[in-house]
């Protein structure tokens, strides 16, 4: 339902009460109304529910002493005084012409009253485009800039997309003044619709531009360069403003939303800002501690693993993980310890291992209460 049917409804009919019903009254009306008019009461009969509807919208806009009043001016307007419904196709007595210009504020009324803005007939800007990318590991961990080819309409490249022949300027339409809408005579009422000569655009071009046809806008590819932030994750969306598809007449371009996927590493996982390594030791190793060399982004370290550490144990190498940028903090890098067990003994191997089992007197397993 646009505005001037919701106009064309009298609420006050809808109510059943006079136009100078006091609020209480209003109030009264209505709520009998509803109670006879509720889904609830009425299961299954559109008319009622219809009904219902209308006098919920009608109650809306006359229980607010200012929509009231607005909804009361506008009507005044539009010569429904009578408050007989319907559009008159005459005119003001005397034949005087009502614009929606001339009133200046008839369209905020319009707009206060239903909780609409004024629709915009005028130029529109550009749509969005989306793309995709797929990154490598460190350069999403590091920061990229990447090229990305697109193909789509973009701004022509004869005319920069003012659709004039090169040396020549559009014009401001002379139909509508460059506003891009006219409003045409419709009995009493003024309404705006885009300009027929210019299509809304507000200006002619006398001389098209040959490539584009006076369009402004071209299908052709382009190569845009992509700044990738430092740390980007998978699943991340990139916003490049004005990138998308190029506005109507002159409107700002759409964006470009790039969806940026990550390959994975063959070592490092990632958690948010850290990394993630998985370091095999021998039972040896992890029993009596050893420095293990581990590769990080930047070339290995060494870590120190104490005596007796525990399949799984995870040690955080500060500052190893993610750089910082902006306000985020940099990453660690989180080594998890991996006791590693032979599937193949040599023959020494597994005597050495036998003497060690007959010295070891402490069974893990004692808490379980079975031996
Ligand atoms: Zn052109
Ligand atoms: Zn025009």
Known sequence: MNNSEYLEKDFYKVLGVSRDASAADIKKAYRKLAQKLHPDANPGDKTAEERFKEVGRAYGVLSDPKKRAEYDEARRLLGAGAFGGGFPGGGFPGGTRVRVEDFGGLGDLFGNLFGGGRSQTAARRGRDVESEVTLGFEEAVRGATIPLQLRGPAPC?????????????????PTCNGRGTV?????LFGLSSPCPTCQGR???IDDPCPTCNGRGSEIRSRELRVRIPVGVSDGATIRLKGQGEPGQAGAPAGDLIVKVHV???????????????TVPVTFAEAALGTELKVPTLD?????KVPPGTQNGRVFRVRGRGVPGAGRKHGGDLMVA???AVPEKLSRKERELLREFASLSDLSPRTHLGVE
């Open 157 to 173: 490249h004869t005319c920069h997309g003012s659709g004039a022949r090169p040396g020549t300027l559009p014009r401001p339409c």
């Open 202 to 204: 507000g200006s002619v």
């Open 183 to 187: 409003t045409r005579d419709q009995g």
């Open 299 to 303: 070339g290995p370290i060494t870590l």
């Open 337 to 339: 310890v991996e006791v």
């Open 263 to 277: 390959s994975p590493h063959p070592l490092f996982g990632r958690q948010g800002q850290d990394l993630t390594i």
